[in-house]
């Protein structure tokens, strides 16, 4: 990743993918294409990070799927997609 990409959390996530909705399709034209900083390519997929806590913590033993946008080409996610650190 970036050294200037910042993670969300999930409620950041949630305001992040109502923003894109409500772009409008005049904003949208003007919008510059995002691409993949490691292979340039434009096309990106959804998919999850799969992380799991310990059995000491509060909540015990449990997995816990994240969304996240990652590039079709190569697999690189897109920074800003990723609550956590991958």
């Keep these: 990743m970036s050294g200037g990409a910042r ?8 305001q992040f993918n109502q ?3 409500q ?5 949208l034209q003007a919008a510059k294409t995002v691409k993949c900083e490691k292979c340039n390519s434009v096309v990106w997929d959804t998919g ?4 799991k806590t310990s059995p000491l913590s509060k909540v015990g033993e449990h997995v816990v799927q994240l969304p996240v946008i990652y590039c079709k080409s190569c697999g690189f996610p897109f920074p800003e997609s ?3 650190a991958i």
């Design 7 to 14: 993670l969300m959390g999930g409620k950041e996530f949630e």
């Design 19 to 21: 923003a894109q909705q």
């Design 23 to 27: 772009i409008s399709f005049v904003e």
């Design 48 to 51: 999850f990070i799969m992380k």
């Design 82 to 84: 990723c609550p956590v």
